[in-house]
Structure formats: C-alpha cells, structure tokens
C-alpha cells in the first residue's frame, strides 16, 4: 500500500544529543514537509522541499536540519542547539502542485529526558 | 505572507445537530486552495474537504460543507448531523496554485470539536 511511513513512533533523548525522525513515502511525491506540533500552537512548519537535493527553511528552522538525498526519504535531525525539543513531529508529502491532498504520516513524539 | 487564523480554540455540539467552525486567513493572491483537515486522537491528519478559490461554489462532501467568503476571506466549514466520530481537532489549511520553491502548506492553530451524546 502506499503511503507515508515514520519512524519511531516514540523516541527519547538525553539533553545534549542529536536524533534523527525518519520519514519515508512511496507516493512518488515530489515535496515533503516537516512539521511540529505544540498544544495550543497549531502546526507549524520546519522544513520543507519541492524537489530532491533542495529545500527551504520554514518558520520554526533554528536548532533543525533535514537533507533531501532522496526523493522517498527526507529526515530531519533535532540538534542540541533546538531549545525545547519536546513535541509532537509530523511528516507530510504531496505532489510538486499543491492543489491536491496532502498526506501525513502518523507522527514522533519526541520526549527530551 | 499567508497567514490562517482559527480563533475558537475548542467548540462543542449535541450529536445529530450541525455546528460551524471558523477560518479566516490573509493573502494576496487572487487564486489558492483551502482545506480543512481533520486530527482524531490517533493524531492521523485526514483530508476532509478542498475548495479551489476560482470556484465560487461552495465545496461539499457528504455531512461537511464550507461556506466560502473570498472577499471577506473566510473560509468556515459546517458539519451536519454531527456524530461521536466527528470528535477531533480541525485544521484550516492554505495553500498557494503554484508549485514554486517557496510554495508551502499553512496551518492554523486548530480547533477541538467535541460531540456530546
């Protein structure tokens, strides 16, 4: 079946460490997004990308990266430098035109211990 | 920029009634898409219904309809005979027609509907 996979569902870290979120869809999906969600703050977004090999900053980018290798896979690591870390993180993928539906994998929780 | 404002943070209907939920956002294109996505508590995001801004009919899909104000640059989305299974957070949702660089999808805040039985 196809879809939008990420993983792991659940992960922890120690303050100080860098983790990597996997996400990973077999849609044949040119642009992919990364977002966090907070209570209360909505969905906001960390980074984005059209095409492989590119992608922009969005409005929450301090203390994340992401590379785009690949056009399936597009991974985003919270670095040290991120603050507060702890939250909810959401993979989407569409097509290069965003008149269509954007579909979403069932999130990380990430918990910083 | 785009920006997209839910200002009801949470929202509350008897089972079997209609309630609306609101969106209002800012642009300055004169063609874009709207959404309204939906988060149950699974937290699996569900498209629930489009709405293509050049198109003046209002988009409907079965118990969900909108109510599309360009000018007014409101975007509400009424959902009728409201069931437990409707209890969950929506999203409004905005993106612009062409696939750029910088074309990205905006969120807003969300609000969480609760369904009384």
């Known amino acids: 079946d196809g879809g939008i996979t990420q993983s792991p569902k659940y992960l922890f870290r120690k303050e100080g460490q860098n983790v990597t979120l996997s996400c990973e869809q077999n849609l044949n999906h040119d642009a992919m997004y990364w977002y966090r969600q907070d209570p209360g703050q909505g969905l906001r977004l960390i980074y984005y990308s059209q095409i492989v090999n590119d992608f922009q900053k969005g409005d929450i980018a301090e203390g994340y990266s992401v590379s785009r290798e690949k056009k399936e896979s597009f991974p985003l690591t919270v670095t040290s430098a991120q603050k507060n870390p702890t939250a909810f993180y959401l993979c989407?993928?569409?097509?290069?035109?965003?008149?269509?539906?954007?579909?979403f994998g069932q999130g990380t929780r990430l918990t910083v211990v | 920029a785009q920006t997209v404002t839910q200002s009801q943070p949470e929202m509350s209907v008897q089972e079997a009634e209609t309630v609306t939920l609101s969106c209002t956002y800012d642009t300055s294109e004169s063609d874009y898409y709207l959404f309204w996505y939906k988060q149950p508590p699974s937290r699996q995001m569900i498209l629930v219904i489009r709405?293509?801004?050049?198109?003046?009919q209002n988009a409907t899909e079965n118990r969900f309809s909108v109510n599309f104000q360009k000018a007014a640059k409101s975007f509400s989305l009424k959902i009728s005979d409201s069931q437990l299974g409707d209890a969950a957070m929506y999203f409004c949702a905005y993106t612009p027609p062409w696939a750029g660089a910088n074309s990205k999808l905006t969120f807003g805040k969300g609000i969480t509907l609760s369904v009384r039985p």
């Open positions: 989407a993928s569409s097509r290069r035109a965003l008149n269509t539906e954007a579909f």
């Open positions: 709405q293509e801004a050049y198109k003046q």
